[in-house]
């Protein structure tokens, strides 16, 4: 019993030095991009592969834990942030190269509000019906669309009187998902996650908050600096454009 | 469907719980019988993974186990990596879990009766010997329910192994985060689909350990 036992636990543990998987295989391209973008990429990185030939893997997640990561080594080859000043950062490490940096895309704020709750809210004073019971935003602290709408709801004059009323996601798609569950009757989140079946949308006035402005650069470590810098142009190219463009992007040279 | 998230998330549970097992009984039992100075203190640091937030343990745990950190710098000596590999997500799970292991099987340790142990001491036992026909039969129990909470906290692991292994897809994208990340990209079917087999794992292994807890050691 003892030796079976042993044996079992030392097979089940070396496990963890195995081979990875069957595809182990590197991809060709790795893109660690802010979860605003995930809509978009989803359609623009299947046109890259088709254009380049080459894979795309697509990692979306917080603009602040992939900075951390890649700092540390993360297997990213390009970084698309939700705010450029953690590319600055970055590049003044000098963790990502300074030459490649480049001006994408400028994030847009909307006021959501959750279908089933009605009639939908058309501007930020809306906020205040008692019937809003719950306002999502993201958080103020560390995520840039959230410091957004703080920003608004400050120049609006309500942020004092809405306080009480608000509820934090940890991200964009997190803040909209409280609006989408009807657990927050409305919310302020990115145009280009807005459109989704629970949720009506319009748009804030960007003159109501500092710019969203969104750039990307390639990772020093990258050993395929070509390959991400095609990615980066292929955004901002004639085909990227317009997808994100449609997600509700303003980009540059319009802004 | 991708069922990669689910093939790697048992093996990752699976190793994990081994290595936690191997790792966590001998120091459980050193916690139950043995005084040593610094005793109370080691008690504390094994309950800490359990306190403290798992996404703020992955960003230490990255720190030291990152290419710039002194572990990570360590392994590249030797020609390893082990951030964002399916290693690191084992060492999250470990890390999340073996506190669960050890402050069971301490428990069960320390129910044991000394007498018994010192009884099979008196007739020439090693302490080794001791162990695995004395301690280990009485405390077996305890150990399986530690051995079962490990695995289940293995397998549900987010926070940690979002920080140190990555989300990246068919690399280190476990269940959990793969659940996740399909809620936030909106596909609910998916996400719904891959947590009901995650629960149905959990259920199985559950229903087969009840069973097997009543065999005798």
């Known amino acids: 019993m003892r030796r079976r036992l042993v044996s079992i636990v030392l097979a089940l543990a070396s496990f963890a030095f195995g081979p990875a998987s069957a595809d182990a295989d590197p991809p060709s391209l790795t893109v660690f991009a802010a979860a605003d973008l995930a809509f978009a990429f989803n359609e623009i990185a299947p046109r890259f592969e088709k254009a380049t030939g080459a894979r795309v893997t697509l990692v979306f997640g917080s603009t602040g834990n992939f900075a951390h990561q890649i700092r540390q080594g993360g297997p990213a080859d390009v970084f698309f942030a939700a705010d450029q000043s953690f590319i600055d950062s970055l590049i003044a490490e000098r963790v990502l190269l300074r030459e490649t940096r480049t001006l994408y895309a400028q994030g847009r704020i909307v006021l959501a509000t959750a279908r089933p709750f009605g009639p939908r809210l058309t501007e930020l004073r809306g906020l205040l019906d008692p019937r809003v019971r719950h306002v999502a935003i993201a958080n103020p602290v560390h995520a840039p669309y959230g410091r957004a709408a703080e920003q608004a709801l400050r120049n609006a004059g309500l942020w004092e009187a809405l306080r009480p009323k608000l509820v934090f996601g940890e991200n964009i798609r997190h803040t909209l998902q409280f609006v989408q569950a009807g657990a927050a009757e409305a919310g302020i989140v990115a145009r280009s996650v807005a459109s989704v079946g629970e949720v009506d949308w319009v748009p804030v006035d960007a003159s109501m908050h500092a710019p969203l402005d969104q750039a990307a650069a390639v990772v020093r470590r990258s050993p395929r600096p070509e390959l991400g810098l095609a990615f980066i142009q292929f955004v901002n190219g004639p085909e990227g454009r317009p997808i994100m463009k449609r997600f509700g992007f303003m980009l540059p040279g319009e802004f | ?217």
């Not at chain 2, 093996?11 to 916690?31: D, I, K, N, Q």
């Not at chain 2, 069960?108 to 302490?127: H, I, K, M, N, P």
């Not at chain 2, 004395?134 to 920080?163: D, K, Q, Y």
């Not at chain 2, 998916?190 to 087999?197: F, K, M, S, T, Y």
């Open chain 2, 1 to 217: 469907m991708d069922f990669f998230p689910l093939w790697l998330s048992v093996r990752v549970a699976l190793s994990a719980t081994a290595l936690t097992l191997l790792s966590g009984v001998p120091l459980a039992w050193l916690l139950a019988r043995k005084r040593f100075p610094g005793r109370h203190a080691l008690e504390a640091v094994v309950v800490l993974p359990l306190v403290l937030p798992p996404t703020v343990l992955g960003y230490y745990l990255l720190v030291v186990i990152g290419y710039r950190g002194p572990l990570g710098r360590a392994l590249a000596a030797i020609g390893l990596e082990l951030a964002f590999t399916p290693g690191a997500a084992v060492l999250a799970a470990c890390v999340g879990s073996i506190a669960l292991v050890i402050k069971s099987a301490q428990a069960g340790f320390e129910t044991v009766d000394g007498q018994l142990e010192q009884a099979a001491r008196t007739l020439g036992r090693s302490e080794w010997s001791v162990f695995w026909s004395v301690t280990l039969p009485l405390a077996w129990r305890s150990v399986l329910a530690g051995t079962v909470l490990a695995f289940c906290r293995a397998l549900g692991e987010f926070g940690i192994t979002l920080m140190v292994a990555g989300n990246i897809p068919g690399r280190t994208q476990t269940l959990p985060l793969a659940i996740y990340d399909r809620v936030q990209a909106n596909q609910m079917g998916e996400a719904n689909a891959l947590a009901l087999i995650a629960v149905g794992i959990v259920v199985v292994l559950l229903f087969g350990l009840s069973r097997l807890a009543r065999l005798r050691y």
